[in-house]
């Protein structure tokens, strides 16, 4: 599924009608017949459809013309006026006027009492006011009809995004509708991304309406959801003549006195994930502890410093961070993995919080990096306000990542994985995996799938999905889910993604 700006869209529809000749009016036709798809007529038979005069609003109309056709009640308004009406929306228009359709223009605040009297007896309302393309604000007389939807309507389904939402940013352009359901099209908007947008959205359906593929290819950006199909693709099926030694070696560097745990959990979710060889490079102190909990997983003191370069070089990965501590120890031992190392470094937690104001020891690294700060790590590393950095996520992700060199996994709802130029966004995870350990379970299976001979970018997005579909398979039977139960199902979301 790929991302697409309101730029990319406006040059796909360009296309489709100016050099393949497909209608304008087609396309408008194709999205209606996809709204009804999304509508259950068996429940809902009464409709308030409020549109405006641009294509958004010919969707509307269209729609519209198919609740009438179905025997549904159905009060259609028009916001605003008739004139510089787009061509196909004066199609849909004009041919609801001809089948002798009332159609109410509203075009003063006076006027909206129509609208609410509408709302109130009515099962769901069709949001048909603006598309993606939106760029001011919406006040005035359009601010107050979305007023009066979001406070009178039973059920509002949106057409495309939910209007007054911007179609690139996400940012609500000072009034927008809240929407149950939002049907959109062909591709997946940059703004649902936004967090203050999810508020809006509600459930959110992605619609094929007839732009080809290659027409999508030719326009395509570098960005894209993380979805099954894509993981079918990707993750690779294990020939049957493998042995542990075609997995990898992994270690991982993590945990010190009162933080066991983070080393128990990284650890064993790179056994969990797949990996042939694991060893812990652990703190002395807590080094008989992790000998008892780790049954398949070997251990070392990280103060033995031969122990340490020995496997450094001979690891086909290394995950660094859970629950070392932010102190000149974990920064000594970061700093010597990364001047050693000639494979893939999994950056996380502590190792990320020493490298405040330290970046420049990435400078000169013969490695590649994964590094995978939540918001509250990435404010500290870069010291931007951690407010800028969730309302703009992509652009300091990939800012952040070309400067360093390095592949950023910036963790949250929608995680965000980018080596700079390209830019992958998971779709799996939800608000049960909101607990302690998560993250060390992440580092663990990145870091597992980095020497299972998947690419830095690659190991990260599989991760990411992985450790999401896990926590949604879970949480479908657990109210919350914990990085334990995230380590025993692993395998199993593994093996029924081939299913």
């Known amino acids: 599924m790929k991302i697409a700006t309101v730029d990319i869209m406006r040059k796909l529809d360009s296309y489709c009608i100016n050099e393949l000749g497909i209608p304008g009016i087609v396309l408008m036709e194709n999205a209606a017949l996809k709204v009804i798809k999304n509508i259950d007529t068996s429940t809902y038979n009464s409709f308030c459809v409020v549109c405006t005069k641009g294509n958004n609003g010919g969707d509307g109309f269209a729609v519209a013309r198919h609740l009438y056709n179905l025997g549904k009640k159905v009060d259609i308004f028009l916001i605003g006026n008739e004139s510089n009406m787009s ?16 159609i109410m223009i509203v075009n003063s605040l006076e006027q909206i009492e129509n609208i609410r009297n509408s709302l109130k007896f009515s099962d769901m309302t069709i949001d048909a006011i603006f598309g993606t393309g939106l760029s001011r604000d919406v006040e005035g007389l359009y601010g107050e009809v979305v007023k009066c939807i979001n406070e009178y309507s039973k059920y509002t389904l949106s057409i495309d995004i939910p209007s007054g939402i911007s179609g690139n940013s996400g940012k ?38 007839g732009i080809p593929d290659k027409v999508i290819e030719k326009y395509k950006s570098n960005e894209f959801l993380i979805d099954n199909y894509l993981m079918k693709n990707m993750i690779h099926k294990r020939n049957k ?5 075609n997995f990898g070696r992994v270690l991982i560097a993590a945990g010190s006195k009162g933080f066991s745990g983070a080393a128990y959990i990284s650890t064993q ?63 000594d031992i970061l700093k010597k993995v990364i001047e050693k190392a000639r494979n893939t470094v999994v ?90 350990g998560m993250g060390d379970c992440l580092t663990g299976m990145i870091t597992s799938f980095v020497a299972q001979k998947y690419s830095a ?43």
């Open 241 to 245: 003549y493998s042995h542990k030694g």
């Open 347 to 436: 950056i996380d937690a502590d190792a990320i919080n020493v490298l405040s104001g330290k970046l420049d020891i990435l400078k000169h690294k013969k490695c590649n990096v994964v590094m995978t700060p939540h918001l509250g790590e990435m404010s500290r590393v870069t010291g931007l306000d951690i407010d800028y950095i969730e309302k703009n996520r992509i652009e300091v992700s990939k800012k952040f990542a070309r400067e360093n060199d390095v592949v950023l996994l910036l963790k949250g709802y929608n995680t965000i994985i980018t080596d700079g130029q390209m830019v992958a966004v998971n779709s799996t995870g939800n608000s049960a995996m909101a607990s302690g």
């Open 457 to 499: 970018f690659k190991a990260a997005c599989i991760g990411a999905y992985i450790h999401g579909l896990c926590g949604d398979r879970l949480s479908e039977k657990m109210f919350c889910v914990n990085a334990s139960h995230i380590m025993d199902e692993i395998p199993f979301a593994i093996k029924d993604i081939f299913k």
């Open 87 to 102: 061509s196909d929306c004066t199609v849909n228009y004009e041919i609801l006027k001809k089948l002798g359709i009332n």
């Open 269 to 331: 979710s790179a056994v969990r994930s797949g990996a042939g060889l694991v060893t812990l490079g652990c703190r002395e102190n807590i080094q008989d502890i992790m000998n008892t909990k780790l049954t398949e997983a070997m251990t070392f003191r990280l103060e033995d410093n031969s122990k340490l370069e020995e496997f450094i070089e001979k690891c086909d990965a290394i995950g660094i961070g859970p629950g070392m501590g932010n102190n000149e120890f974990t920064f």
């Open 172 to 209: 609500v352009l000072k009034n927008a509708v809240k929407a149950d359901k939002t049907v959109s099209f062909q591709l997946y908007k940059r703004g649902f991304l936004n967090y203050d947008a999810g508020n809006f959205i509600g459930d959110l359906v992605i619609e094929d309406i």
